[in-house]
Antibody, heavy 118, light 107 residues
Framework: QVQLVESGGGVVQPGRSLRLSCAAS????????MHWVRQAPGKGLEWVAV????????DYADSVKGRFTISRDNSKNTVYLQMNSLRAEDTAVYYC???????????WGQGTLVTVSS | DIQMTQSPSTLSASAGDRVTITCRAS??????LAWYQQKPGKAPKILIY???SLESGVPSRFSGSGSGTEFTLNISSLQPDDFATYYC?????????FGQGTKLEIK
């Protein structure tokens, strides 16, 4: 069965960096674009970043552009989110999700909590 | 960037009611719209994609319609399990955006 498992969250000071990982299994990972979506405590969903199936195309929300980098390793079935210059407003649960061509985000991980605090 | 506006923000209803949630896009997105349901502490679950296509396994009381800039999610005959928060999401552009959410509460 399809599984997405995020890891790498934790407490980090403002200005520092963190790398999130999302390990995929149960499907042909290299056939899917992958996304990161976050949710601040008590708030709505915010789309963060996307990477195409081969990794050649990427895009970011304006709120993270220039600070976050999405990447993937299809040999390891893993997508990453490198987060630099973290701010208090980046505090959120971060989810990875896959998107089949022409459809919405059909499978999501359980999320990993990132807390940016001094 | 494409902005998505949902209404209402909160909706109070009773089991058995029919409800409608609206989502408007700031520019045409054709039918590249999905709807999600989220319960507290859980990841979102997709209900509808391509504006009106029901995701496999989702009950038929959920339906979606619309194209261009205006979309609706309808839930006929609310069940106790349906009280949750609902989000629309556009995927017309490479960067996606979500609506702000609609919390469906028990009246």
């Amino acid at each position: 069965q399809v599984q997405l498992v995020e890891s790498g969250g934790g407490v980090v000071q403002p200005g520092r960096s963190l790398r999130l990982s999302c390990a995929a299994s149960g499907f042909i990972f290299s056939n899917y674009a992958m996304h990161w979506v976050r949710q601040a405590p008590g708030k709505g969903l915010e789309w963060v970043a996307v990477i195409s199936y081969a990794g050649g195309n990427k895009d970011y929300a304006d709120s993270v552009k220039g600070r976050f980098t999405i990447s993937r390793d299809n040999s390891k079935n893993t997508v990453y989110l490198q987060m630099n210059s973290l701010r208090a407003e980046d505090t959120a649960v971060y989810y990875c999700a896959r998107r089949p061509q022409g459809q919405g985000l059909d499978y999501w991980g359980q999320g990993t909590l990132v807390t940016v605090s001094s | 960037d494409i902005q998505m506006t949902q209404s209402p923000s909160t909706l109070s209803a009773s089991a058995g009611d029919r409800v409608t949630i609206t989502c408007r896009a700031s520019q045409s997105i054709s039918n590249w719209l999905a709807w999600y349901q989220q319960k507290p502490g859980k990841a979102p679950k997709i209900l509808i994609y391509k504006a009106s296509s029901l995701e496999s396994g989702v009950p038929s009381r959920f339906s979606g319609s619309g194209s261009g800039t205006e979309f609706t999610l309808n839930i006929s005959s609310l069940q106790p399990d349906d009280f949750a928060t609902y989000y629309c999401q556009q995927y017309n552009s490479y960067s996606h955006t979500f609506g702000q959410g609609t919390k469906l509460e028990i009246k």
